[in-house]
Every structure is written in structure tokens, then in C-alpha cells.
């Protein structure tokens, strides 16, 4: 199995850009989503923070309110400074996609990353980590990036 990539994004524009190198030149995982599922996904986190996050299970509730108001922010402030992700970490359901799809799901990341850029109103506070700053959100949100493009391993 191929080893990760080091990567770290100063922007969310950078990481569009090196998931579309991704797209054009093919790539090798060194994980277990593909090009289309992890763009799916950190899609849909930048989207949480526009539209709304999904409603969280009744039985997880209490495990959020802990995070949010113990760990997690300081856990965003680390990230926000540039600490990795930890791989394995469960995530929301409703941010899995299926595999496949390369394509739509890179234009889809584009597409969000353009409305993110774009947006000067409200953000939704994270559940785990609380509420932060469009520059701090976006500095977690390129940690993400880099954390689950790392998987993919351009071809050339």
C-alpha cells in the first residue's frame, strides 16, 4: 500500500487545486476512500458551517455538549495552528458519500469552497468544537482537507 502524503493547505483554494491535479493525473490510496468520497465529504463540512449541521442523535447529544464545552475548542485552536487529524475518527453519517463519482465530487468541493468564499454572514457553530471565526473555521477546514487528501497519491 502506498505511504501518505505530507500536505498542509494555507487555503481552501489550494486544496481544490490539488484534488483536481488528483483528478487529472489519476492517484493510488493509501487509505479506504477514494478521490470522490473524500471530496464529498469535506464538501459537506464546509457546508455545515453555511447551512445548518445535521441534527445529532438524541443518544450523542450529551457526548457533544461535553466536547463542545470541555476539548473542543481548545482541540480547534490546535487545529486552527495547524495539528494534524487523527485518522479513524468516526464522522457524520450524513457526511459519507459513496465511492465513485470522482468528477461530480471535485466540482461539487469547488463549487462549496466558492460559496465559502463568498459568504460574509453567519456560520453554524461546530458541534464538537464550538464556535470559532470564518479564518479560524477555514484554517480547521484545510487541516481537514490535508488530512484526507494525504490518502490519495498522485500518479505522476
Same mark, same amino acid.
Given at each position: 500500500?502506498?505511504?501518505?502524503? #505530507?500536505?498542509?493547505?494555507? #487555503?481552501?483554494? /489550494?486544496?481544490?487545486?490539488?484534488?483536481?491535479?488528483?483528478?487529472?493525473?489519476?492517484?493510488?490510496?493509501?487509505?479506504?476512500?477514494?478521490?470522490? $468520497?473524500?471530496?464529498?465529504? *469535506?464538501?459537506?463540512?464546509?457546508?455545515? $458551517? *453555511?447551512?445548518? %449541521?445535521?441534527?445529532?442523535?438524541?443518544?450523542?447529544?450529551?457526548? %457533544?455538549?461535553?466536547?463542545?464545552? #470541555?476539548?473542543?475548542?481548545? $482541540?480547534?485552536?490546535?487545529?486552527? +495552528?495547524?495539528?494534524?487529524?487523527?485518522?479513524?475518527?468516526?464522522?457524520?453519517?450524513?457526511?459519507?458519500?459513496?465511492?465513485?463519482?470522482?468528477?461530480?465530487?471535485?466540482? +461539487?468541493?469547488?463549487?462549496?469552497?466558492?460559496?465559502?468564499? /463568498?459568504?460574509?454572514?453567519?456560520?453554524?457553530?461546530?458541534?464538537?468544537?464550538?464556535?470559532?471565526?470564518?479564518?479560524?473555521?477555514?484554517?480547521?477546514?484545510?487541516?481537514?482537507?490535508?488530512?484526507?487528501?494525504?490518502? *490519495?497519491?498522485?500518479?505522476?
Amino acid at each position: 500500500m502506498p505511504t501518505r502524503r #505530507t500536505l498542509t493547505f494555507a #487555503t481552501l483554494d /489550494a486544496a481544490v487545486r490539488d484534488a483536481e491535479h488528483l483528478l487529472a493525473v489519476g492517484y493510488d490510496k493509501a487509505g479506504n476512500w477514494d478521490l470522490g $468520497q473524500c471530496c464529498g465529504h *469535506l464538501a459537506a463540512w464546509v457546508r455545515f $458551517q *453555511l447551512d445548518g %449541521f445535521p441534527r445529532i442523535p438524541l443518544h450523542l447529544r450529551p457526548v %457533544f455538549w461535553v466536547l463542545r464545552h #470541555t476539548v473542543g475548542p481548545g $482541540q480547534g485552536r490546535k487545529m486552527a +495552528e495547524g495539528a494534524p487529524m487523527k485518522a479513524g475518527l468516526p464522522t457524520l453519517k450524513e457526511s459519507e458519500v459513496p465511492p465513485g463519482d470522482d468528477a461530480r465530487r471535485v466540482a +461539487e468541493l469547488r463549487e462549496t469552497v466558492a460559496r465559502w468564499a /463568498a459568504h460574509a454572514g453567519h456560520l453554524h457553530p461546530s458541534p464538537a468544537l464550538g464556535s470559532a471565526t470564518k479564518e479560524r473555521y477555514e484554517k480547521v477546514h484545510c487541516v481537514h482537507c490535508a488530512h484526507h487528501l494525504s490518502f *490519495l497519491i498522485p500518479k505522476s
